[in-house]
T-cell receptor, first 115, second 118 residues
Framework: SAVISQKPSRDICQRGTSLTIQCQVD?????MFWYRQQPGQSLTLIAT?????????ESGFVIDKFPISRPNLTFSTLTVSNMSPEDSSIYLC????????????FGPGTRLTVL | AQKITQTQPGMFVQEKEAVTLDCTYD???????LFWYKQPSSGEMIFLIY??????QNATEGRYSLNFQKARKSANLVISASQLGDSAMYFC???????????????FGIGTKLQVIP
């Protein structure tokens, strides 16, 4: 199994500022996924980060708003830029199970509130 | 069309009783995987059970079982002997396809809120 940690666990931010969320995995993984869960909603995939290449963004999400870094096989960051109250969500980092493990592992999430 | 459909926004079940949470899915892929996750109020996503599209047996994990009906594209979660700690949101999800980046995307349903009554 994969153990995923995220920092910060929660934050309250002012409109117009940016927040960088860190995701650390205890094993090397090829793909890291970033999800957003708006209040009372389901999880929506923001982008997929592959080490050594540009992240792949889903429809409705753009790099200028959600820049992602993937400097190595165990770490990634997601930045939420120029925040507005609509960005208030839980942001979750996720990886696939390796070696035939059929599970999508999730970090504990970062609970963001934008005032 | 919705990839994952969960038609029950909320469910109640008496403690110690069994409950079925519905999930239907839509895909043209032959190879796909179906997941159920539990999300308590703390927000963490807890993996419960997985069913592969080629698995002939229904998946079981302790008190959780997945009623997989492939022809009907149905993957209902059955929780037996409900406990108060089972009160949470439950999400059905599907992993399918490979995009240009070579990865399979996991899509989630809108969830069902389960409340266990003492």
């Amino acid at each position: 199994s994969a153990v995923i940690s995220q920092k910060p666990s929660r934050d309250i931010c002012q409109r117009g500022t940016s927040l960088t969320i860190q995701c650390q995995v205890d094993s090397q993984v090829t793909m890291m996924f970033w999800y957003r869960q708006q209040p009372g909603q389901s999880l929506t995939l923001i982008a997929t980060a592959n080490q050594g290449s540009e992240a792949t963004y889903e429809s409705g999400f753009v790099i200028d708003k959600f820049p992602i870094s993937r400097p190595n096989l165990t770490f990634s960051t997601l930045t939420v830029s120029n925040m507005s109250p609509e960005d208030s969500s839980i942001y979750l980092c996720s990886v696939e199970g390796a070696g035939g493990i059929n599970e999508q592992f999730f970090g504990p999430g970062t609970r963001l509130t934008v005032l | 069309a919705q990839k994952i459909t969960q038609t029950q926004p909320g469910m109640f079940v008496q403690e110690k009783e069994a409950v079925t949470l519905d999930c239907t899915y839509d895909t043209s892929d032959q190879s796909y995987g179906l997941f159920w996750y539990k999300q308590p109020s703390s927000g963490e996503m807890i993996f419960l059970i997985y069913q592969g599209s080629y698995d002939e047996q229904n998946a079981t994990e302790g008190r959780y079982s997945l009623n997989f009906q492939k022809a009907r594209k149905s993957a209902n979660l059955v929780i037996s002997a409900s406990q108060l700690g089972d009160s949470a949101m439950y999400f059905c999800a599907m992993r399918e396809g490979r995009n240009s980046g070579g990865y399979q995307k996991v899509t989630f349903g809108i969830g069902t809120k389960l409340q266990v009554i003492p």
